[in-house]
């Protein structure tokens, strides 16, 4: 036996079960196929949206309060900045299909938040050119999170903790026996416990069939513009933000090089064959669509692309995270498909994951995301 526990994949996700479960066993390894944080990941693309106000499921609720504690304790043991505390606004027609869903999970759930007229909104925050129906929510606990410092910090805290990471090192086998795992790469060999497979876009290839099927790797892309004036696009100034205005729909974030600003199509995952060759261009149809809404959006911003990306993430059929054993008393425990939208829950995810998988402690209340729900479809 080579160890309690393995993670097969250090981004996001894997970084944050490897690094919770450092503090659970001295006995955890992680195996990443290129390095913590590469830029080919669901990492990629400098920040991500956190917010505890979102429409959906109220179950993730209690994730997101305890992520939100998790990523000050990341950054308190790492000395990292790593969320950017500038709020978040929820900007939409006010009775459109955004807003209200939105404030009626957060009623239910009582998330604090704050309502802005249309007008209120306009004055204090000038850099969004509304329709004559918007209005906003503003989510006083969001953020941006910086991702690549945050997975790094994860890592590092974990070998201080006393895990081993095998980096350019990609698995391309696990097999479940009745002793433990076994875990191959090329013509290395390891034998666990226990396994967490966070492979992300590329987790299909270590999945069983019921699995593969609820599963698809999507391409995401990101778009950056120049600021007029970068001061009014700064974290003091400009929350994170999520808009949906009658036929269009935008999210971004403030600026954090002092020169451009993140602002994207919302919702535009789309199926890729393969998660390592993501087309990276952005089409001539999704830079007019981009263009187009950021001319309507923000007269503050060049309407020229100036910079743009794609990435992978897994994304299952219902739109729900896979994160649980694949079957009950199995071994081999998933923590992956997060459809575009695990990276402000990943503290709290991985620390699901490393005390399930290591068997300290289960909880209640996830069957939306236990990977059984596909075996009985
Ligand atoms: C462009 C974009 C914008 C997004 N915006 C937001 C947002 O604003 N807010 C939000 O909460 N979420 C957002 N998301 C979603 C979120 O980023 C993802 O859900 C999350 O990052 C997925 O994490 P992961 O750990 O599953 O995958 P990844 O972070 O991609 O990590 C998988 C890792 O596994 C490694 N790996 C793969 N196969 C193997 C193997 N066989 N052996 C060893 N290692 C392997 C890979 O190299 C990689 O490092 C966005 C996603 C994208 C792509």
Known sequence: MDGKLAVIGLGSI?????????????????????????????????????????????????????????????????????????????????????????????????????????????????????????????????????????????????????????????IDSITETDDGVVVTSGDKTWTFESVIVSSGGWSQRLMPDYLKAATQTKRIFLSWFVARNPAEFSPERFPIFIRISGDRSMYGAPTVDGVTVKATLDGRGAPTPQADSVPRELTPAEIAETTETVTEFFPGLYPNIVRSDAFPD???????????????????????????????????FGEIAAHEALGKQTFDGLDFVRPQRFRTR
């Open 14 to 170: 894997g970084s944050m079960a490897l690094w919770q479960a450092s503090r659970l066993s001295e006995s955890v390894t992680g195996f990443e196929a290129q390095s913590p944080a590469h830029a080919r990941s669901a990492v990629g693309g400098d920040t991500r949206l956190f917010r505890m106000l979102y429409r959906g499921i109220p179950g993730y609720y209690p994730i997101l309060k305890r992520s939100r504690s998790l990523w000050a304790e990341l950054e308190a043991e790492t000395g990292q900045d790593i969320l950017t505390r500038c709020g978040g606004l929820s900007i939409g027609t006010a009775d459109g299909p955004y807003i209200p869903s939105l404030l009626e999970t957060t009623r239910i759930n009582g998330a604090d938040h704050e309502i802005l007229s249309h007008e209120e909104m306009a004055e204090r925050y000038p850099q969004h050119n509304l329709r004559e129906d918007d209005i906003a929510v503003y989510d006083p606990h969001a953020g941006a999170l910086r991702t690549d410092r945050a997975v790094t910090a994860a890592v590092t805290a974990a070998e201080a903790n006393g895990a081993t990471v095998h980096t350019n090192t990609p």
């Open 314 to 348: 897994l994304y299952t059929t219902d739109g729900h995270p896979l994160l649980g054993r694949l079957s009950e008393g199995s071994r081999i425990y998933c923590a992956t498909g997060f459809s575009g939208g695990g990276f402000k829950n990943a503290t709290g």
